[in-house]
């Protein structure tokens, strides 16, 4: 069985909220979790990401309807001192974003293989096995 981290704009992807190349990827992973062919796990940082943009875009009871569905198909991993360590340590290396430090040490921790788009990810190099979604471009690209 396959473990996979997913950062916010995987789920935002699967949710339908940023559209973009890959969806069909995202949507492969829970169907592989469903069948017991994956696990999906996600830092508890990432999901409040994820709920602040579904607040932004879908107002908060349709978010709330989301993140609970979210909740049944992801294990959600709480931060503890060591993940926040591991993150901080990402981040002052090699300058990610705050989030997203956490997304990278907690499949660093878990040699699980990322799922994300965002390119700031190259940065952690070859430790970091990561599923790369294409890019997201609104205007269509």
Known sequence: ????????????????????LGVEKVRDLFEQAERSKARLFMSVVNMGEVFYVLLKHV????????IHALQHAVTTIE????????????KHRHK????????AALALRSKATLVSADPSFEKVGRPLKWLRLPKYDPKGR
């Open 79 to 90: 931060a503890d001192a060591t993940g926040a360590m591991e993150a901080a340590m990402l």
């Open 59 to 66: 107002g908060e009871e349709r978010a709330l309807q989301y």
């Open 1 to 20: 069985m396959k473990d996979y981290v997913l950062d916010a704009n995987a789920i935002l992807r699967y949710f339908g909220v940023n559209e973009g």
């Open 96 to 103: 990610i974003g705050h989030a997203d430090s956490f997304a």
